[in-house]
């Protein structure tokens, strides 16, 4: 990100959109211990992406120290950190011992937090994502994920090193089964490709400013039947045998 200094401000123009409450999605069992830090790449050498994100509380109003606690896959699929299910980073002793693509950091005064890190690769039986959880005053005030144009992520993973080595993925924006597919454009990010050649990614994040505010949801049906048959979304463990097929 050689050019970092001048990325434009992506939240100039204003919100844009009512203030409705970013609804909620499954942690993932690949939560897990983070560093406080705005470059959360380790140095990969995945595309370069500034992740900004803006917390606003309901009634528009920035939420200045709030933390936002992100986490993904890097480009080849795999989580890092050995304190998650081994469903996370399956035989790679290297992936359990680093934390790269994970970070938190509080957001400031306009309620904005920016994140440097590399676009995230794919694994099976998900599209691509980016899981966040945002606290404030020390309580959750929302859980969920975002996601990229499936257009987008063809550009990417088919031509660009390290992402077009691993062969075609298997899900898609349009037939994951985690995200309710009726909600999923309300996460998509934003993106623009800045000089430099990074991807300049963006999201405002509507949270409740009380615990007591109900959360909207944006599970998959199929997820909710899982979750009434026994399914913990944070506990590989209780996942059936076709959601545990090794990483690929």
Known sequence: MTGANTYPNP????????????????LGPCYGSTLVRKDISEGHAGLPVRLALRVLDESCKPLPGATVDIWHAGPSGVYSGGDQHPFCNPDDPKARAAQWFRGVQSTDAEGRVDFDTCFPGWYGGRTVHIHFTVKAAGSETVTSQLYFEDSLNDGILNTQALYNTRGARNTRNSSDVIV????????????????????????????????????????SQYLKELVKAGLNPSDASTFPPDMLQPKS
């Open 11 to 26: 939240f100039a123009s204003g919100l844009g959109e009512a203030c409705t409450l970013t609804c909620e999605q499954i």
């Open 180 to 219: 309710a597919q009726e909600k999923l454009g309300e996460f998509i990010l934003q993106t623009q490709q800045m000089p430099d050649g990074a991807l300049m990614a963006w999201k405002t994040l509507i949270v409740r400013s009380s615990t007591g505010t109900p959360l909207c949801e944006a599970n």
